[in-house]
């Protein structure tokens, strides 16, 4: 299965690159999506994050799209930088008001200068 | 990292004895979590907490408990730490209820249990 590490699917990109970041969730009655950047050493990060009303929302070079049909999460990154080199995780929430994300096991992804 | 402080960051200690990890927010969020993450299983949830002394299981709780007398505190105790709970802890947050839901991170603690 993909792990944190060396496992992980990995998608390796040139600097400059745009980088597409896929995610499959499994409850299509999730109503809230968030993308979460982890570096080495540390902790997660948010990034952005999408409601089910939506299906696309854009921040500062990232942008996330939902297709609900198919519960498709993606992120985009605009001109890859070697400081976006990570592992990037989704995570949705149920409606309901429990407030406990599932998170998706993650994608490393490498930025070659 | 949003005022979020975990201690210790590392530690080292040996199976049978008990560890306890401290999780401080200066947020007053009202969710608190602990998450261990692991090669091959990502993040998984430990314990939360939905107010003070208010706490509930996650899916990997057996073998931790946690209590929460403070709302800026949040402990995670292995009562007789087991080699298999070597692994990288993860405390969070969320300001759930006014809107905005994401959670935030801390550093981590880097338990080794030899």
């Known amino acids: 299965g993909e792990s944190v590490g060396l496992h992980l699917p990995t998608l390796s990109v040139q600097e400059g690159d745009n980088s597409i970041i896929n995610c499959a969730y499994s409850n299509s009655a999730s109503d809230y999506f968030i993308w979460y950047k982890q570096e080495s050493g540390k902790g997660p990060q948010f990034i952005i994050d999408?409601?089910?009303?939506?299906d696309k929302r854009q921040g500062q070079r990232v942008t996330v799209l939902l297709n609900k049909t198919v519960k498709h999460l993606s992120l985009q990154i605009a001109a890859t930088q070697p400081g976006d080199s990570a592992v990037y995780f989704c995570?949705?929430?149920?409606?309901?008001?429990?407030?406990?994300?599932?998170f998706g096991r993650g994608t490393s992804l490498i930025v070659h200068p | 990292d949003a005022g979020i402080t975990q201690s210790p960051r590392h530690k080292v200690t040996e199976t049978g004895t008990p560890v306890t990890l401290r999780c401080h927010q200066t947020e007053n969020h009202r969710y608190m979590y602990w998450y261990r993450q692991d090669p091959g299983h990502g993040l998984r949830l430990i314990h939360y907490?939905?107010?003070?002394?208010?706490?509930d299981k996650g899916e990997v709780s057996d073998g931790y408990s946690v209590s929460r007398s403070k709302t800026e505190d949040f402990l995670l105790t292995l009562e007789s730490a087991t080699s298999s709970q070597t692994s990288v802890y993860f405390c969070?947050?969320?300001?759930?209820?006014?809107?905005?839901?994401?959670?935030?991170f801390g550093s981590g603690t880097q338990l080794s249990v030899l």
């Open positions: 995570a949705e929430t149920p409606p309901g008001g429990s407030y406990i994300p599932t």
């Open positions: 969070a947050i969320n300001s759930a209820g006014t809107g905005d839901e994401k959670l935030f």
């Open positions: 907490s939905y107010g003070v002394k208010d706490t």
């Open positions: 999408i409601r089910s009303n939506m």
